[in-house]
């Protein structure tokens, strides 16, 4: 399970599937009964510094050894 607050700090979401989208990064969401959503978990400068972020929650989620994970958005 993979929980993420979003750059704003007003949502924290249960992510299935994080993307980027040029300097967008989004969480996919499960809604129940085969309907998906996606939320904009934060926008960066940079399509770099998106997959950097990417790159950061991919690095925690291998470090984690439990069955659950946090992530806080970076503000920049």
Known sequence: MLWIA???DKS???AKEITVDGKKIEG???GGAM???SKILGKYESNE???EILNEIFTKIEESNGFSMTYTM???
């Open 28 to 30: 996919v969401i499960e």
């Open 6 to 8: 979003t750059q704003d």
């Open 49 to 51: 510094r998106s997959l």
């Open 35 to 37: 309907h998906h959503w």
């Open 12 to 14: 924290l979401i249960n």
């Open 74 to 76: 970076p503000k920049k």
